[in-house]
């Protein structure tokens, strides 16, 4: 296999997740989106360079498209290029959250999964439950078109994207208040009588090049639907970390948000205390939150086949319908 850096290796992800060629430009600002600054002109470099090793060829005016080597590539790419990622991801889009407590405007983090156009009506009885319970990070969807384009993903022939809201939103509205958030862990929570008990599964973001919950749902380890409806099953769920002196104005923040339909919370620990079976670093604060992609967990569950993409584009929250008010 040819011997690529790590730009590459993100060029050849981002090609790999469009459904069309892209240009310099279009991968360079895809790169920002997630923390790799590269200058258009460097792009250029890189994608002539793969050029020549036959991971991606040009399709004229469009732009390139991945190969099947840089296919194979980017499989056995470094996985610790993908962990770096992952984390870059999660951290650069909490950056650009900018959706303000004080009138509910701005940018969320945005999920898309991908759905069958004709079960959309189906889809969206499913998420409705899980949406308007704890278990998700805000009410409002996004509903997207065959061809229309969310971030690096457009929308396939014969398909709907949902847009769901990520729970990294929360994070990027406590960093915005001066509050650092650590996200150490993704999992499956297990509910019982409506009480959340512990972590039955977790995957550590450091550890893997995956979203954890996305690999979870597809798996059909959740059980989201009977959470809501029946108070007791597993739903996805994140951990984090803050420090301990800012718990009352993180409580402050995240109570400010919830009037303008985010929230999400589960489970707020006091500083250097175990939460919910996790021990907690000296100092430290342990917050669970709800995975904002319960809802498609509820679509899986009801079966219909899901394509979902975490982390996918900040996008601003005043687009977004409240799903008690769409219909497909």
């Given at each position: 296999?040819?011997?690529?850096?790590?730009?590459?290796?993100?060029?050849l992800r981002i090609l790999?997740?469009s459904?069309?060629?892209?240009?310099a430009?279009?991968?360079?600002?895809?790169?920002?989106d997630?923390?790799i600054?590269?200058?258009?002109?460097?792009?250029?470099?890189?994608?002539?360079?793969?050029?020549?090793?036959g991971?991606?060829?040009?399709?004229?005016?469009?732009?390139?498209r991945?190969?099947?080597?840089?296919?194979l590539?980017?499989?056995?790419?470094r996985?610790?290029?993908?962990?770096?990622?992952?984390?870059?991801?999660?951290e650069?889009f909490?950056?650009?959250?900018d959706?303000?407590p004080?009138n509910?405007?701005?940018?969320?983090?945005?999920?898309?999964?991908?759905?069958?156009?004709d079960?959309?009506?189906?889809?969206?009885d499913?998420?409705?439950p899980?949406l308007?319970?704890g278990?998700?990070?805000?009410?409002?969807v996004?509903?997207f078109?065959?061809g229309?384009?969310?971030g690096?993903?457009?929308?396939?022939?014969?398909?709907?994207?949902?847009?769901?809201?990520?729970?990294v939103?929360l994070?990027?509205?406590?960093?915005?208040?001066?509050?650092?958030?650590?996200?150490?862990?993704?999992?499956?929570?297990?509910?019982?009588?409506?009480?959340?008990?512990?972590?039955?599964?977790?995957?550590?973001?450091?550890?893997?090049?995956?979203?954890?919950?996305?690999?979870?749902?597809?798996?059909?380890?959740?059980?989201?639907?009977?959470?809501?409806?029946r108070s007791?099953g597993?739903?996805g769920a994140?951990?984090?970390e803050?420090?301990?002196?800012?718990?009352?104005?993180?409580?402050?923040e995240?109570e400010?948000?919830?009037?303008?339909?985010?929230?999400?919370?589960?489970?707020?620990?006091?500083?250097?205390?175990p939460?919910?079976?996790?021990?907690?670093?000296?100092?430290?604060?342990?917050?669970?939150i709800a995975?904002?992609?319960n809802?498609?967990?509820?679509?899986?569950?009801?079966?219909?086949?899901?394509?979902?993409?975490?982390?996918?584009d900040?996008?601003d929250?005043?687009?977004?319908?409240?799903v008690?008010?769409?219909?497909a």
């Amino acid at each position: 296999m040819p011997d690529i850096d790590r730009k590459e290796v993100a060029i050849l992800r981002i090609l790999d997740e469009s459904h069309e060629p892209m240009g310099a430009g279009r991968i360079a600002k895809e790169l920002r989106d997630h923390g790799i600054e590269l200058e258009e002109r460097a792009v250029r470099y890189h994608l002539e360079a793969l050029d020549d090793m036959g991971l991606t060829e040009p399709m004229g005016r469009p732009g390139r498209r991945i190969t099947e080597l840089g296919r194979l590539e980017l499989r056995d790419a470094r996985v610790a290029d993908k962990v770096d990622m992952v984390l870059a991801r999660l951290e650069a889009f909490a950056y650009q959250t900018d959706v303000s407590p004080k009138n509910g405007r701005g940018k969320v983090v945005l999920n898309i999964s991908f759905v069958p156009r004709d079960s959309l009506s189906a889809v969206l009885d499913a998420m409705r439950p899980i949406l308007n319970s704890g278990y998700a990070t805000s009410r409002r969807v996004g509903i997207f078109d065959s061809g229309e384009r969310i971030g690096s993903h457009a929308v396939p022939l014969d398909m709907a994207g949902v847009g769901t809201v990520c729970s990294v939103t929360l994070n990027g509205i406590l960093l915005k208040a001066g509050i650092p958030v650590q996200s150490l862990f993704g999992g499956l929570l297990a509910i019982e009588e409506g009480t959340p008990k512990r972590f039955t599964e977790v995957v550590h973001y450091g550890w893997t090049s995956l979203d954890p919950v996305e690999v979870f749902i597809k798996s059909g380890a959740t059980s989201v639907s009977s959470a809501v409806l029946r108070s007791s099953g597993v739903v996805g769920a994140s951990f984090r970390e803050f420090p301990g002196v800012a718990r009352d104005h993180a409580l402050r923040e995240l109570e400010g948000i919830r009037p303008w339909g985010i929230g999400g919370v589960i489970a707020v620990g006091s500083p250097s205390s175990p939460l919910l079976e996790v021990d907690i670093a000296p100092g430290r604060c342990g917050l669970v939150i709800a995975a904002g992609l319960n809802p498609v967990a509820a679509v899986e569950e009801a079966g219909v086949p899901t394509i979902s993409h975490a982390l996918t584009d900040v996008f601003d929250y005043e687009k977004l319908v409240d799903v008690n008010e769409v219909s497909a």
